[in-house]
C-alpha cells in the first residue's frame, strides 16, 4: 500500500511539471521523477511479480527498480542544487558525482548476484534479508541516497533565503523537510537491515513504523516542493492574462473618450494580429502612454473621465510596472506616466 501511494504522488509530480516541458530548457527533474515513479510502480505487488516473471523470476526487477531509483536520486539531487547555485544546466557536468553513481550501480549488482534469492518475492528484504549479502545490497543503495539527501537538504535549507520569489523559498523549505525525513528512511532501513541479520525481529517491526511514516511524508514534501513552482507559475500566468484582459476592456473606453479629441495620436491598433505572447501588454501600455499625452494636450479632457476611470488608469500602470522587468528591452520606458513606448510612431 505504502508503495502505491508513493508512487501515485510522484506521478502527479510528473502530471504537474509535464505541462510547461516545451518551454524549458532542462529536463532533470522530469527525468527523476519519471525514473522514481517507475522504480516505485515496479514495487507495487502485481507488477512486479508479472514484470520479473518476465525477467527469469529471480528477483532481477528489483535489481532494476533499485537502480531507476538511485539514478532518480541523483538526478533529482543534481537538479535541486543547480537551482540552488543559480547555474546553467545545460553547461555543467557532474564528473566526481557520476562517477560514484556508477559505483553504486556496480555495487548494487554485485551484491544483488551474491544473494540467494530463487523465487519472486514481493518482501525481498524480509524473505531474504538475513543474508549478509542482502543486507550489503541495502545499506549500498539507502547509504548512497541518505548522503545525496542530506546534501540536498542543507543546500536548500542554507540558500533558500536567497530565492528571489517566495514561491521558491516555500518550495526550497518544502523540499529541504523532504530530504530531512528521507534521511529517517535511510537510518531506518539500515537499522533493519542491521537487526534482521542480527535475528532481532522486534527491532525490526518498530522501524518498521517509523520506516512507513516518513517515506511517506518524504514524498509528499519532495513532491509538493517540486510541483510548487511550474504550478503557481501557471496560475500565475493565468491571472495576468484574465487580468491583462480585463484592464483592456476597460481601459478602451476610456482611451475612446480621451482621445476623441485627439486621434492625430492614435495609432491603428484594432487592425494588428497578436504575433507575439506580450503583444497585449503592449497594446496596453500604448493606450495607456495615449490616453497621458491627450490629458497633457488637452487638460480639459480630463473631465471626461469620472473617478473609476481613474482607478482604472491607476490600476493599469501598477500592473505594467510591476511587468516591466518581463517585457525587457522590448518595452523600456523611463517610467510609464508621461511617456511614450521605444516603437516609433
Known amino acids: 500500500m505504502i508503495q502505491v501511494i508513493a508512487a501515485a504522488v510522484i506521478w502527479g509530480l510528473v502530471l504537474c511539471i509535464l505541462p ?6 532542462d529536463h532533470t527533474i522530469l527525468i527523476a521523477a519519471v525514473a522514481i515513479a517507475t522504480a ?13 516473471a518476465l525477467l527469469g523470476g529471480r528477483n532481477l526487477l528489483d535489481l532494476c527498480a533499485n537502480v531507476l531509483m538511485v539514478v532518480g536520486i541523483y538526478s533529482l539531487s543534481q537538479a535541486i542544487l543547480r537551482a540552488a547555485e543559480f547555474n546553467d544546466a545545460s553547461v555543467r557536468r557532474d564528473g566526481l558525482g557520476l562517477t560514484i553513481l556508477i559505483c553504486v550501480v556496480v555495487g548494487l549488482a554485485a551484491a544483488f548476484f551474491s544473494i540467494e534469492a530463487p523465487v519472486s518475492s514481493t518482501r525481498f528484504m524480509l524473505d531474504y534479508g538475513s543474508q ?20 540536498t537538504g ?3 535549507f542554507r540558500f533558500r533565503r536567497r530565492m528571489a520569489t517566495i514561491r521558491f523559498r516555500l518550495a526550497f523549505t518544502l523540499i529541504g523537510i523532504g530530504c530531512t525525513l528521507a534521511l529517517i528512511v535511510v537510518f531506518a532501513v539500515l537499522g533493519m537491515d542491521i537487526a534482521h541479520v542480527l535475528g532481532d525481529l522486534g527491532i525490526m517491526l518498530r522501524l518498521t513504523v517509523a520506516y512507513d511514516v516518513s517515506f511517506v511524508g518524504a514524498m509528499l514534501f519532495l513532491c509538493a516542493g517540486l510541483a510548487l513552482p511550474p504550478v503557481a507559475r501557471r496560475i500565475s500566468r493565468r491571472i495576468d492574462v484574465r487580468t491583462r484582459e ?10 475612446e473618450k480621451a482621445t476623441a479629441n485627439r486621434k492625430d495620436i492614435r495609432l491603428v491598433m484594432a487592425a494588428r494580429g497578436i504575433e507575439r505572447g506580450d503583444a497585449s501588454t503592449r497594446k496596453l501600455h500604448r493606450m ?17 473621465l469620472d473617478e473609476a476611470d481613474r482607478q482604472t488608469v491607476s490600476r493599469t500602470e501598477v500592473f505594467l510596472a510591476s511587468h516591466h522587468s518581463a517585457l525587457g528591452s522590448r518595452i523600456s520606458p523611463a517610467m510609464w506616466g508621461r511617456t511614450r513606448g521605444i516603437d516609433d510612431r
Open 20 to 25: 510547461g516541458v516545451r518551454s524549458r530548457k
Open 40 to 52: 516505485l510502480s515496479l514495487n507495487v505487488d502485481p507488477i512486479y511479480l508479472a514484470g520479473d
Open 246 to 255: 480585463g484592464l483592456l476592456k476597460s481601459l478602451t473606453g476610456i482611451w
Open 132 to 151: 549478509p549479502a542482502a543486507a550489503l545490497y541495502s545499506s549500498i543503495q539507502f547509504a548512497y541516497i541518505g548522503i545525496v539527501m542530506g546534501l
Open 154 to 156: 542543507y543546500v536548500c
Open 288 to 304: 495607456l502612454v495615449e490616453i497621458q499625452d491627450a490629458l497633457l494636450m488637452d487638460p480639459s479632457a480630463a473631465e471626461l
